[in-house]
């Protein structure tokens, strides 16, 4: 059964920066795009970032770009998200994903497999 665990959540000063992880267990990493979501209260899920099954390709939302960078070590099945300069606005639990795809491309949509999330909170 495919997992997907999320770790790195926490609590920082706006400003400060946080590294997200997150470990795929019964699952072919290599051939499966990688995504973060994240849903604030009261909120939808949106799309946060999203690489490609090597690494090459990467989409994000425009208001993380520059911010946020997405990784992946296909040795250690696991994706990461680096999060600077983090505001406010980004307080939310944020959501590990995953989609196979047959070909090495970063599709925003249509994730399969999710974790269970990591809260980030950040204060003003």
């Known amino acids: 059964q495919v997992q997907l665990v999320e770790s790195g959540g926490g609590l920082v000063q706006a400003g400060g920066s946080l590294r997200l992880s997150c470990a795929a267990f019964?699952?072919?990493?290599?051939?499966?795009?990688m995504a973060w979501f994240r849903q604030a209260p009261g909120k939808e899920r949106e799309f946060v970032a999203t690489?490609?099954?090597?690494?090459?390709?990467?989409v994000y939302r425009d208001s993380v770009k520059g911010r946020f960078t997405i990784s992946r070590n296909n040795a250690k099945n696991t994706v990461y998200l680096q999060m600077n300069s983090l505001k406010p606005e980004d307080t939310a639990v944020y959501y590990c994903?995953?989609?196979?795809?047959?070909?090495?491309?970063?599709?925003?949509?249509?994730?399969?497999?999710w974790g269970r999330g990591t809260q980030v909170t950040v204060s003003s």
């Open positions: 994903a995953a989609r196979y795809t047959a070909q090495d491309v970063a599709p925003p949509y249509e994730f399969v497999y």
């Open positions: 019964e699952l072919t990493f290599s051939t499966h795009a």
């Open positions: 690489i490609s099954r090597s690494g090459g390709s990467t």
